[in-house]
């Protein structure tokens, strides 16, 4: 048994008996109490003290922020140690999460992100502008602020930062937007970020954003918030003057067409439809782009009943598709033998392409005559399936498209022998399916939906409902 002196022993014992009081006395020191014996006279106090402030985390960031300068070199000294820590921990009870964030750099992933910014939400973005002072590069926190986009609300978010107005927090929270790249950003958060601008009253802003982000993603929602920011900026003359300064200057015809279907829709939503038919004999242009430019604005302009309008922009079109649409004007204003001749002009048109590549523009024919309500999109998709190559994609998704009809008669016999056929066709083309659901989303396994879907609709031919 070792031997200890009989005054060490009494004095462990004593220790032992006053740590408990002494840990208590020492929580009881506020975070700025400790940062002041940062620069005690004895080691032991300064090394406690820098001890328990790493303990506190979150809570004592703000005043070792302000002794990051102090004039007494010591404190100054330790300060800056801890905070090389503490200016992470920027969320109160989130210092394990941050820490295990922050551990991953450089490099951390978007489902992480994803993760800690459902678990924190908009006090998420305190973090994010820390990230961004502290000098780490872009592509290291632009999944965090995307996060906050999609998984955040749009008010929640708006509200954090605002309630930094007059700090000097308010900055980097504004600059993490004002920064952010616009390239890769998906409709639901690019229309999130749009809600948070207006909420910020920052009209101008939102609109120019909608206005860019509108000829990369054709998006409703994107449409709608900028006629919301421009409505409560009192800004329809100038949103009308940039868009005839834009079509009078824009040479190429897809943007014309985009630049057109945005206007147009901004247009709608503020109930100012009378300047559109103008804007659409400015852009005139369009008419020489491609089919899949020309189907979004011409689909919106029939939705807001101006034919002629459609009839100008594709007055000298002549592929199948375009001259199609032309048709679809002419009936609506009531010029039959013009809707007749342009229909006939249609057809002969996809009677002179090539096999494969009329297929794709058949389907692509019966996919704006569905967009446009058209009852003769089945019979396209059927001479599409009887043509040749009889196992590609556009055979494939005809089927699709013919067992949606079919079952929205209630035929479901023939609605599961059309998804079958075009099961068969598909698995030849290695999962080529470009539609496998009746609102077009791709399912994660396609083809177990569609089986699925053909063993539903067996039992509901087996079994009608009365």
């Known amino acids: 048994m070792p031997f200890f002196p009989a005054k060490i022993v009494i004095l462990a014992a004593i220790l032992a008996a006053w740590a408990p009081f002494a840990r208590a006395a020492e929580t009881e020191k506020t975070p700025a109490e400790w940062v002041a014996l940062l620069g005690a006279d004895h080691l032991a106090e300064r090394d406690a003290a820098s001890a328990q402030l790493l303990s506190l985390g979150a809570r004592a960031r703000g005043e070792v922020a302000k002794a990051l300068d102090s004039p007494d070199a010591e404190v100054k000294f330790r300060a800056r140690e801890l905070w090389k820590t503490l200016r992470w921990l920027v969320i109160p009870g989130a210092d394990a999460d941050i820490t295990a964030l922050v551990e991953r750099r450089p490099g951390i992933d978007n489902a992480h992100w994803h993760e800690f910014v459902k678990k924190w939400g908009a006090s998420s973005l305190g973090l994010l502008a820390q990230f961004r002072d502290d000098g780490e590069e872009q592509k290291e926190y632009t999944g965090g602020v995307r ?120 247009f709608a939503a503020l109930r100012a439809g009378g ?63 013009a809707a007749k001749a342009d229909w006939q002009k249609a057809e002969n048109g996809l009677d002179a392409l090539k096999p494969e590549e009329k297929q794709e523009t058949c389907y692509n024919l019966g996919e704006t005559m569905k967009d446009l309500d058209d009852g003769r999109a089945g019979r396209i998709w059927e001479d599409l399936v009887g043509s040749e190559p009889r196992d590609s994609v556009y055979v494939a998704n005809a089927c699709f498209r013919l067992a949606e009809i079919a079952e929205a008669r209630n035929e479901y016999a023939q609605a599961a022998d059309w998804f079958e056929k075009g099961l068969a066709a598909s698995k030849k083309l290695n999962g080529g399916i470009l539609v496998a659901t009746g609102d077009d989303s791709v399912a994660s396994d396609p083809t177990g939906y569609l089986e699925e879907e053909i063993k539903r609709l067996r039992a509901l031919a087996a079994f009608p409902k009365e």
């Not at 939705?303 to 679809?328: F, K, N």
């Open 147 to 266: 996060a906050v986009l999609e998984d955040v609300p749009a008010l929640n978010t708006a509200r954090y930062i605002a309630e930094a107005t007059g700090t000097a927090e308010q900055e980097s929270l504004n600059a993490l937007l004002d920064d952010f790249p616009q390239a890769a950003l998906p409709a639901k958060a690019a229309g999130s970020w749009m809600e948070v601008e207006i909420a910020l009253w920052k009209y101008d802003k939102a609109f120019d954003l909608g206005h860019e982000i509108a000829f990369r993603i054709d998006d409703e929602n994107i449409v709608s918030q900028s006629a919301i920011a421009a409505d409560r900026g009192g800004m329809l003359d100038r949103v009308e003057q940039n868009a005839r300064d834009e079509l009078k200057a824009e040479k190429d015809p897809a943007r014309i067409c985009s630049e057109l279907n945005f206007y147009a829709g901004v």
């Open 275 to 337: 300047l559109i038919p103008s804007l659409c004999d400015l852009g005139a242009g369009a008419g020489r782009a491609t089919d899949g430019a020309l189907r979004p604005v011409v689909k919106r302009l029939f939705e807001l009943r101006m034919p002629g309008s459609v009839a100008r922009i594709l007055g000298s079109s002549d592929t199948p598709l375009t001259v199609y649409m032309r048709s679809v004007a002419y009936d609506r204003m009531g010029d039959v033998a």
